[in-house]
């Protein structure tokens, strides 16, 4: 039977830390509904895992306050502390005990019986595609093996409020896409999910609501939607015919649509923003204006298209640099995980 919650599962209100000269929390407010998946979203060193830790009761912030339903992270920390579970960024299981061994004598530490705890254990296994691997030595797991095994034990005993810290960090996307099922599956029956992330499609995927964090603050909140319809109606995405117009292109879409415009690696790619907050009909008039007046300078465009702005165009236009690793350090996290 699923668990109704109601109310507010955390509330944060200026929590602040550093550690020696660094300030990793600069004053961050949170609300985060019960019942829900609330999506952090920021690049490393935001302070997104300080967060976490904060609220988690592992780390005491220097300033500001928490609560977990209602106990406070500080003062009533054992009762904060039992209502949650947390899966960090590396495995926290004993490498030298098989997967099945690792959730068996987690699930006996929990207080289930021995059958009950197999049961769970087969069953986290074969949800989480780790089956075959069942009687293998967890130090013989691939890296995306690991994360699988990591999640699978934090919720052996379903807990009120999960903490995911980049759960999908190295993972391949059959794998991403597994996880966001069990993370799905756990909501449904009442759990509260606090995710990090640096992934895009993950927060859009998973997350009812998102705070984007930068410098150790939320500088923005919201739903997806909402963050999407913050920076504007609408994105247009350009191929021209001749990389030498890209310039005037630039130039007539900024006046045209009286939003920011960048230039794509590709040499004849452009990405503009419709400015304003309009509705996309508004977006729509505005693109074809903007058609126009590159026709009417002799600007021949191959492709054209008008969609929404992505959470990653958010974040560049709320920080000036995006939320998503480059590609060095996706190539760096995939081959950890081999």
């Not at 959730?103 to 069953?123: D, F, I, N, T, W």
């Not at 963050?227 to 045209?256: I, M, Y």
């Not at 009417?296 to 998503?324: M, Y």
């Amino acid at each position: 039977m699923s668990r109704r919650n109601t109310g507010l599962a955390i509330e944060a209100e200026g929590l602040t830390r550093s550690f020696g000269a660094t300030r990793a929390l600069a004053g961050v407010d949170l609300q985060v509904p019960a019942g829900t998946v609330y999506g952090l979203l920021g690049p490393n060193g935001a302070g997104k895992t300080t967060t976490v830790r904060v609220l988690a009761t592992l780390l005491r912030p220097d300033g500001g306050r928490a609560r977990v339903f209602g106990h406070d992270v500080v003062t009533e920390a054992d009762a904060a502390r039992a209502r949650v579970s947390l899966t960090g960024q590396y495995a926290s299981i004993d490498e030298d005990l098989t997967g099945l061994e690792n959730l068996v004598l987690l699930g006996r530490l929990l207080g289930y019986r021995k059958p009950a705890s197999r049961e769970r254990a087969q069953h986290l296994l074969t949800a989480f595609g780790l089956t075959e691997a069942a009687d293998r030595q967890v130090k013989r797991y691939s890296g995306g093996m690991r994360r699988r095994i990591d999640i699978a034990a934090s919720i052996l005993n379903t807990p009120d409020l999960l903490f995911l810290d980049e759960p999908t960090t190295g993972l391949d996307p059959r794998s991403r896409s597994q996880v966001w099922e069990i993370v799905r599956a756990v909501v449904a029956h009442g759990t509260t999910v606090l995710l990090t992330t640096q992934y895009l499609e993950e927060a859009d995927q998973l997350a009812g609501r998102i705070a984007v964090v930068d410098h150790g603050k939320v500088i923005a909140e919201g739903t997806p939607g909402e963050l999407k319809s913050s920076v504007g109606s609408g994105t247009v995405h350009l191929r021209l015919r001749d990389p030498g117009q890209r310039p005037e292109a630039e130039r007539l879409l900024r006046t045209a649509l009286a939003g920011s415009v960048q230039l794509e690696p590709d040499p004849v790619a452009l990405t503009a923003r419709v400015g304003g907050h309009g509705s996309d009909l508004d977006a729509s008039k505005q693109a074809a204006r903007a058609l126009r007046d590159l026709a009417r300078a002799g600007i021949v465009v191959d492709n054209f298209a008008l969609g929404q702005p992505s959470l990653d165009e958010v974040f560049l236009a709320l920080t000036d640099h995006p939320a998503v690793p480059t590609e060095a350090e996706r190539d760096e996290q995939l081959e950890a995980a081999r």
